[in-house]
């Protein structure tokens, strides 16, 4: 299945999604982190079966690989074999040569994290040719304007709602001489400004920051809007709201919470060993404790507790626990044996983890489900949109790239 600019195109990717992802829900709704045996197990023992008899190595492959994985599982679940028609967009990633020409030397990237100006590097090399004035939505200290700036000939101006950020981010511009201007705008206000003839950009804006561009972008007609969305669950709303007429009118549609959507940017990738590591003691301690309190309140039901602090991790598990009961007005018990609620919680991560796989096949089908919602209310309102992948997953997982270009003459809509 291929992405074309035609008419209905997107829309019936979309369709084909929804479908897709409605008839697996089953699969990929429960979180095995919560519930200790998905429902589902029930009814595709088999599927569970060869899950269980990964190892850890195979694991750690598989998570990095959903294609293989969904061919695996294809044997019990047939309609899997369709993953990698499903996730095939169009590459428009430039050649090596053209990102490494748009990509800031490093020598003019202070305080720009080497991935971070790599990624300004190859989102706007995706964007070149750059011929009208820019404007960098959620800019932070302005490395995606600065970058964009020393392709433009235009000035670049970029909205940042944190005041300290804006004050770095001008420092820099002023100390490297760019053609840039950082305003304090917040970006959420009804009618924010947009310069008429402006293009507007946003580099892995969050959650409904990318949605008000959208929607706003479109209401003031700019000329171009290019967008790579990140974080589609940080949004005031308990329930996704599609923006597409199509999305929203369809009978049958995904309904997904807020929670839900989280499953959609659920990658680590580009995170680092360490990181990795910590995050997987974090959560068989995490999991100990969710056995520890089960049994102690005699209510089988997970009990959510606050983010923990990396730094206290050297003070050991039964710290965790005695924090983690303090934040629910728990007491633990005095004779509380650690070691055999610390061996739980490894046995059930070992247990989440494999169950976690198969829920992983669907997070890029439900981000691109997501993505072309948008893309589908951009041809709603007129425009012209180029869709498909700006960078290898390697750089980040959030490497999708909305381009759209108005058209000329009367605005359309499409019935």
Not at 135 to 160: F, I, M, P
Not at 239 to 267: F, I, N, Q
Request: contains cysteine; proline residues 6%.
């Amino acid at each position: 299945m291929s992405v074309s600019s035609a008419t209905g195109s997107l829309y019936s990717r979309w369709k084909a999604l929804n479908k897709w992802l409605v008839r697996h829900q089953i699969i990929w709704q429960p979180a095995p982190f919560i519930e200790p045996v998905p429902g589902w197990i029930h009814s595709h023992l088999d599927l569970a079966q060869l899950l269980m008899g990964l190892s850890d190595a195979e694991c750690a492959e598989l998570d990095g690989e959903p294609a293989k994985l969904a061919s695996m599982a294809a044997q019990y679940l047939p309609e899997l074999a369709l993953y990698a028609n499903l996730v095939d967009v169009p590459e428009l990633a430039p050649k090596p040569a053209d990102v490494l020409e748009a990509t800031l030397p490093e020598i003019r990237a202070r305080d720009m994290p080497g991935r971070k100006r790599e990624q300004a590097g190859a989102f706007t090399a995706a964007l070149k040719p750059l011929q009208q004035p820019i404007l960098d939505w959620c800019c932070g200290k302005g490395h995606l304007s600065r970058t964009l700036a020393a392709q433009s000939q235009s000035l670049v101006k970029g909205y940042e709602w944190n005041s300290k950020l804006v004050a770095d981010g001008n420092r820099l511009v002023a100390h490297f001489g760019d053609s840039v201007q950082i305003h304090c705008q917040d970006v959420m206000v009804p009618h924010v400004p947009l310069p008429d003839g402006t293009h507007v950009a946003a580099l892995h804006a969050c959650g409904d920051l990318h949605r008000q561009l959208l929607i706003q972008g479109a209401a003031a007609e700019v000329p171009r809007l290019s967008l790579s969305p990140c974080c589609y669950h940080k949004t005031a709303d308990g329930l996704y709201k599609p923006l597409s007429e199509r999305a929203t009118k369809h009978e049958g549609r995904l309904v997904l919470s807020r929670d839900a959507m989280r499953l959609a940017v659920r990658e680590t990738v580009t995170a680092p060993t360490g990181v990795r590591e910590q995050t997987t003691t974090l959560n068989q301690w995490r999991l100990g404790f969710d056995g520890l309190q089960r049994s102690l309140r005699g209510v089988d039901e997970y009990l959510p507790v606050p983010s923990y602090s990396p730094q206290l991790m050297h003070q050991g598990f039964a710290a965790f626990c005695h924090w983690a009961a303090s934040k629910k007005q728990l007491v633990l018990p005095a004779h509380t044996d650690f070691d055999t609620w610390l061996a739980h919680g490894v046995q059930r991560h070992k247990d989440v983890r494999r169950y976690e796989l198969i829920r992983h096949v669907f997070r890029r089908p439900m981000e691109l489900w997501l993505v072309l919602d948008y893309a589908v209310f951009l041809e709603e309102q007129g425009y012209g949109v180029r869709f498909g992948r700006f960078c290898a997953r390697s750089l980040t997982p959030r490497n999708l790239l909305l381009d759209a270009v108005k058209k000329k003459g009367a605005r359309e809509r499409l019935s």
